[in-house]
């Protein structure tokens, strides 16, 4: 039931939950994607281009990772990757996914606004579960334990990572802490670094100086999606 939209569904789902795999894949597709790649996400599957999605279009994701997987692996009633999940079945299971979506009679429709929130507050569930690895309940993290989220994607070894956070101690005059809002506000904005480097280009295309208040609104405006005007 999508009134039950929530940035806390999964983690309310608890061990209750089902997903299949296919449905798994496609929200660690675009679980890292800007606002601007939710609709192109809801137009692949929105066969009729109504602007909403049946449970039949939705389940245009089987067929789709399903033909990238066939030439890969050979197809078994029950073969499981790496980490034990499960690919595929013959068995017709309503998940927890399609439920939310379509309801328990299936016959419910997706409407792109709709589509737009959940992502969103998949998203913040995710920041949410990766801040309070480090929060432990309270309203903030240091500015080492952010320094560490951040360095947990590199590739650093153990000597110039220690070298790293060595310096950030040095050069903190004092610590102030980082909310969930900041660092939602940081990661949101990586998730559209590629959309800013598209306007920093524009700009440069057009030999044009940019000051840092154009700068602060430019990055505003790849945030909101064009909401801010420069």
Request: charged share 30%.
């Amino acid at each position: 039931d999508m009134s039950q939209n929530c940035s806390s569904l999964f983690r309310g789902l608890g061990n209750k939950g089902l997903i299949s795999y296919t449905e798994y894949l496609f929200l660690l597709t675009i679980l890292i994607k800007p606002s601007s790649g939710f609709k192109i996400a809801f137009s692949m599957l929105d066969q009729d281009g109504n602007e909403r999605i049946d449970k039949e279009e939705f389940k245009v994701l089987e067929a789709i990772f399903s033909a990238a997987a066939k030439d890969r692996k050979e197809n078994s009633e029950f073969a499981e990757d790496d980490f034990g999940l499960q690919k595929e079945h013959n068995v017709e299971i309503d998940t927890s996914l399609l439920i939310h979506f379509f309801g328990k009679s299936g016959n419910e429709e997706l409407k792109f606004s709709e589509f737009c929130n959940f992502m969103e507050n998949l998203q913040t569930e995710v920041l949410h579960m990766e801040f309070g690895e480090f929060s432990k309940g309270a309203p903030a993290i240091s500015e080492l334990d952010f320094a560490r989220i951040l360095l947990r994607y590199t590739l650093l070894n153990s000597e110039d990572y220690d070298n790293i956070l060595e310096r950030l101690c040095e050069r903190l005059p004092e610590e102030k802490g980082i909310t969930f809002e900041e660092f939602k506000n940081f990661c949101m904005f990586l998730n559209n670094l590629d959309d800013f480097q598209i306007a920093m280009k524009m700009y440069t295309l057009a030999d044009k100086p940019i000051s840092q208040v154009k700068l602060i609104f430019a990055s505003f405006d790849v945030l909101f999606q064009g909401k801010e005007s420069l």
